[in-house]
């Protein structure tokens, strides 16, 4: 929640599943308020909190149900199937990577 008092954020990403697009170890600056007046929509890169509170960054690849999304690695050898995600527990929208 701290997250969303501000704008913008910067997460370092762990983990090959969103390979060719973001590496391990890349850092990504996420849009913490893109979704205040908007929906998530499929093809966005979104950073969320999982069930276990561990934070993932992923691909929304379709809706599952009103405000839950199914998210999906790039890297389809290498991603774990993720639960749909909520939209109250999107962070926000990946805008850049470094």
């Known amino acids: 929640m701290f997250s969303r008092i501000f704008p913008f954020s910067m997460h370092i990403v762990r983990g090959h599943s969103m390979q060719p697009n973001i590496k391990d170890g890349d850092r990504v600056i996420v ?7 908007s929906r998530p929509k499929i093809g966005d890169v979104v950073v969320f909190s999982g069930s276990d509170g561990k934070e993932y960054v ?13 998210v999906e690695g790039d890297n389809k050898e290498d991603s774990r199937k993720m639960p749909p995600v909520k939209k109250s527990a999107i962070i ?6 470094y």
């Open 58 to 70: 992923k691909r929304i690849t379709a809706a599952a149900a009103k405000n839950e999304f199914v």
């Open 31 to 37: 849009f913490n308020w893109a979704y205040l007046f």
């Open 92 to 97: 926000g929208r990946v805008i850049a990577r």
